[in-house]
């Protein structure tokens, strides 16, 4: 519910503080004086679009407040959650705008775009009239509104779940023929790939290990002849020998050296292991330079061809066998692609018909709701003097979509015989007002107690019983809610909770906007004017006591 609206240097308004209450309020004045304003107003601080420059001239900027009361479980606490903004009891709503035309938002002291305060307001207010193209008149919301009036029974919930099956299910399916029919693409190249990596096998590691043999083997014969003398110098005939000798020799007279050749014999057998060992490594050595140069040739062979492929591949020649992996598996997908396609073909098909039950299940609950609302519209219009006019929900096939196969249009003849058309371009003015009144009489029943509705002289073009049966009609709608009503009806007018009238004047050579709050004896002299014009006579006022003696 709006509870308070404050709207500082707009347009022709300098400063406005408006305390809004439950039930029916009414805003009256001349034309004008200023009432289209007050929308604007609203309209700006919820972030809708309308005028360009609203910054009243000389003023350094605009600003408008709005306080709405959000009850538990509201809406707009989803859309502020969503958001990332407090959800409070109290809701505030403030925008800015500068004169050169910078506009900025805040939501509960917290700075918001535009679009934020666009989603809270689709929550929070429904604005009615003759140019409405937000509420009613829009074709785009039929369809909604005719399943807000169905109520829980209808099956949406199942058929959105169901489109979302059917949409996984197609994407997978169009995702695998393409998958497929990509590597059908090449698969006489995966094949020969393949082949030509399992003949040749190459192994992580095993380039790195060929090219070291490769230099060995290469290096072998430069450096052998050097080995093998060094090997000679050391062996029996040459170190080796000689130390020997030298050992035996010492040997010999050690018992008679008295213990002085005890050290120098053993540090000759110590040098002797030494020089075994290290015979014995140059050994292994020559033994591994000994090659046949065929494993030269085959050594080089497979490097080159391990190589070959990793250029070809454009891979590391380490991840050629990971490589193969992979073209295998791709190759076996080829192999199971028919297979699992048809698989995905029987899913999509299932989740065609379980879309196709639950959609024909929508459309059959869309037209007995579609009945039921012709009907009941078609009872309100006898009491607004249109009962000979003719309202029709026409459902038409549409592509398939998460909210059905259902177009959903509300079309009127103004007479029998006549043909029908959408609202907004069969009616005249003042039957267009009524047939939206008659609309949101039986709507009422399916909408948000807790939004805000504003009709905008919806009224226009009716007078005296009709009048009074739109006046009641909209107090209906506000007994368990809030409704905001700018009306240049007396009948309407005298039937609301609350009053306030717009008037105009010039202060200091500037024409300012006034909304005034009217006790009872100020609301018998607005609806005299209203019943009157600008001289109010005693008849007038005679007649405004019976409106509002006739409200209670």
């Not at 292991?273 to 015979?279: D, K, P, R």
């Not at 000994?290 to 040739?297: G, M, N, V």
């Not at 009491?383 to 998460?402: C, N, S, W, Y």
Request: glycine letters at 8%.
């Amino acid at each position: 519910m709006l509870r308070t609206l404050e709207i500082r240097d707009i347009l022709i308004i300098d400063r406005l503080d408006l305390a809004f209450q439950p039930g029916l309020n009414v805003l009256t004045g001349e034309t004008g004086a200023g009432k289209s304003i007050l929308l604007d107003a609203l309209g700006f601080v919820l972030g809708w679009r309308g005028r360009a420059e609203l910054v009243r001239q000389g003023a350094e900027q605009g600003e408008v407040t709005a306080v709405f009361h959000l009850p538990p479980g509201h809406p707009a606490r989803t859309v502020l959650d969503e958001a990332g903004l407090p959800a409070e009891d109290e809701l505030v709503l403030r925008r800015v705008n500068a004169p050169d035309g910078r506009k900025t938002a805040w939501v509960n002291d917290r700075r918001v775009s535009g679009e934020v305060l666009r989603a809270l307001s689709d929550t929070l207010v429904e604005l009615h009239g003759q140019h409405d193209d937000r509420g009613l008149l829009n074709p785009r919301g039929h369809r909604d509104i005719l399943d807000a009036y169905a109520g829980p029974a209808a099956p949406l919930d199942a058929v959105r779940s169901a489109w979302s099956a059917l949409s996984r299910a197609r994407r997978d399916r169009t995702e695998a023929e393409a998958a497929l029919a990509a590597a059908r693409a090449e698969e006489e190249f995966l094949r020969h790939a393949v082949a030509e990596l399992d003949a040749l096998d190459p192994q992580p590691g095993e380039e790195a290990e060929l090219d070291a043999r490769r230099r060995l083997m290469q290096g072998a014969e430069r450096i052998r002849d050097d080995i093998v003398r060094a090997w000679q110098a050391l062996g029996n005939d040459g170190a080796e020998g000689a130390m020997g000798d030298a050992l035996r020799w010492l040997d010999g007279v050690a018992d008679r050296a008295e213990g002085g050749l005890d050290a120098p014999l053993a540090a000759l057998e110590r040098a002797m292991n030494e020089l075994a060992e290290a015979i014995g490594g140059i050994e292994t050595c020559l033994d591994a330079l000994r090659f046949d140069p065929r494993a030269l040739e085959e050594t080089e062979e497979r490097l080159f061809a391990i190589r070959g492929l990793a250029r070809k591949h454009q891979a590391a020649p380490d991840a050629l066998a990971e490589l193969a992996g992979d073209l295998r598996r791709r190759l076996a997908a080829i192999d199971a692609g028919d297979a699992n396609l048809s698989a995905l073909r029987r899913a999509e098909a299932a989740a065609a018909q379980a879309y196709d039950a639950a959609a024909t299940a929508l459309t059959a609950t869309r037209r007995a709701a579609a009945t039921r609302l012709d009907t009941a519209v078609q009872a309100e219009l006898a009491p607004l003097k249109m009962e000979r006019a003719v309202f029709t929900t026409q459902i038409a096939e549409a592509p398939d979509g998460p909210e059905g196969r259902d177009a959903v249009a509300f079309t009127v003849a103004t007479n029998p015989g006549a043909p029908s058309g959408p609202l907004d371009k069969i009616a005249s003015g003042g039957e267009l007002s009524r047939f939206l009144l008659a609309l949101k009489v039986c709507l009422a029943q399916s909408r948000d107690a807790a939004m805000t509705l504003i009709f905008d002289e919806i009224d226009r073009g009716v007078g005296g019983a009709t009048a009074d049966a739109v006046g009641r009609r909209l107090s209906a709608l506000a007994e368990d809610g809030q409704v905001l009503v700018v009306t240049h009806s007396p009948q309407v007018a005298a039937l609301a909770g609350h009053h306030w009238r717009v008037s105009k004047s010039v202060e200091d050579g500037q024409t300012l906007s006034r909304v005034t709050p009217l006790d009872r004896a100020e609301r018998e002299t607005e609806l005299a004017r209203m019943l009157s014009g600008d001289t109010v006579t005693d008849e007038a006022r005679a007649a405004a006591r019976v409106l509002l003696a006739a409200r209670g």
